[in-house]
């Protein structure tokens, strides 16, 4: 849930017991009581970033009307019926984030979300959705992409952009509606719009003691001077004796963004055009701004470029870099199978990337979720490194990627391989699935209540010998076993060789279970011991389970207890 400070308005006592609802569940949110409700609809619209009303939604609109300013400053504004049956976006639907506060608002309630942003409507993002600032003709190119007329896309870079509709593309007619991606600053027109992109660190060097109205005011200058926005400044960076200078870390604080700082050593090691020895002398590196800003932030490497070499004032120093864009990776986990157990931050990242690439079958049960103009790069079984290879490249070219895989990504799937050869170039976002192993064992029972390990049965990758050992370890281990591709149409006897190491060392009755197609169509769920288990019915769709020699069949369930006691 956001952080946001919410206020919740209510007339009704059904209305004040939704509010107690979400204020029970959200802590930044707070029922306002005035001496009237229009009262506390205006104090909560003026004191709040967003405001939950559970009233009419024409009596909200009739109290705020002479309140609203900007959008992209006023409070978002979410309507919620007296039933709450609904729970509608009315204002700041994008700027405000009433349509994600909404969507929460409904999650919470079991209510169901209103938005008529057209953009949401139609499955479209909206530009000013993409979380870089936004100039220019924004509606009147929003209109024009909604009404599918074509958009010329003309960017300095390849930014990690989610995907756009085919009709935003660079070879749109020259006279087309334009979607500018760039740090300059660009005349514009009615049929312009701007989205400026976090590629420039200003670097900041100073005197002890400066000014923070001087250091903005170089800042400012050098920027306007470079013809650059200060809407694409991603960063001030400095050295970290300047760490504590209150009017450089003010200076960031204003522009909102970050301060970042580096040991003298490292800057002494960044070749600039305008060493100082002076600055040498008195900082133990001959470049404060210039190398802070062709640095940028730690541990985020990328070819940069000193744009506006250094300006000094009384008791500052500016310089400024471009940096490269970085591409974005998301490796992201699916679940099991079923959409219900797919975690929404999943879907947020197949919605924001502009490449999908995965497995043909998995691209498939996620078709429904990817927004119009994303490109799917799908391929069967047994290509995983060329996925992995295809997704890195991707990234490494600027784009927004998911690489897709079942369960977790990282659970015998494709993270692996995908970051052996991913490099400091690009981005990479891990987004945890629940793994077959969780979704069988749900199923089971409680077979995980004590350690548990998780076993590949397939000797593709790793020799069997080796599979052998570690499986031998488990049972010597007492470890509940997790069995992963227990058994194929080729891979027919190694199933059978693991159940006997296992029943070297349990009790013949130790329980096994195995689940077919966790929580998809065909969904199978069976249990038996280690003494009658047939192996047999097993495939490459199944999660096999063995039980330690605590594991205990309760009620027709597969329970380890937490502990080794158990009642007699």
Known sequence: MTTIRIGLVAATAAGRRHARTVADAWPHARLV?????????????????????????????????????????????????????????????????????????????????????????????????????????????????????????????????????????????????????????????????????????????GSRGVPAAEARALLDRVLADAGLSPASVRALASADVKADEAGIRSTADALGVPLVTHPAADLAAVDVPNPSEVVRAAVGTPSVAEAAALLGEPGRHASAELVAPKTASAMATVAVARHAPRGRLAIVGLGPGAADLRTPRAVAELRRAAVVVGLDQYVEQVRDVLRPGTRVLASGLGAEEERARAAVAEAAAGHAVALIGSGDAGVYAMASPALEYADDRIDVVGVPGVTAALAAAALLGAPLGHDHAYLSLSDLHTPWEVIERRVAAAAEGDFVALLYNPRSRTRDWQLDAALRVFAKHRPPDTPVGVVRNASRDGERVRLATLATFDAGTVDMYSVVVVGSSQTRIVAGRMVTPRGYRWRS
């Open 33 to 205: 009581e005035a001496d009237t409700v229009g009262d506390a609809l205006r104090a909560a619209f003026t004191g709040y970033d967003a405001v939950v009303a559970f009233l009419a939604t024409g009596a909200v609109v009739r109290v705020l009307a002479p309140l609203l300013g900007d959008k992209r400053t006023d409070p978002a504004v979410v309507v919620v019926d007296e039933a709450a049956r609904h729970a509608v976006a009315l204002l700041g639907g994008h700027a405000g984030g009433a349509n994600a506060l909404a969507a929460e608002v409904g999650a919470l309630l079991d209510a169901r979300p209103v938005v008529t942003t057209a953009t949401d409507a139609v499955d479209l993002p909206g530009l000013d959705t993409l979380g870089w600032p936004v100039e220019g003709a924004v509606a009147a190119v929003s209109r024009a992409i909604l009404d599918g007329e074509p958009v010329r896309l003309e960017a300095d870079a390849t930014w990690p952009l989610p995907a756009l509709p085919d009709t935003v593309r660079p070879d749109a007619p020259a006279d087309a509606y334009r979607l500018l991606v760039t740090d300059r600053v660009v005349p514009t027109d009615g049929r312009t719009a701007v989205l400026r992109p976090p590629s420039l660190v200003v670097g900041v060097g």
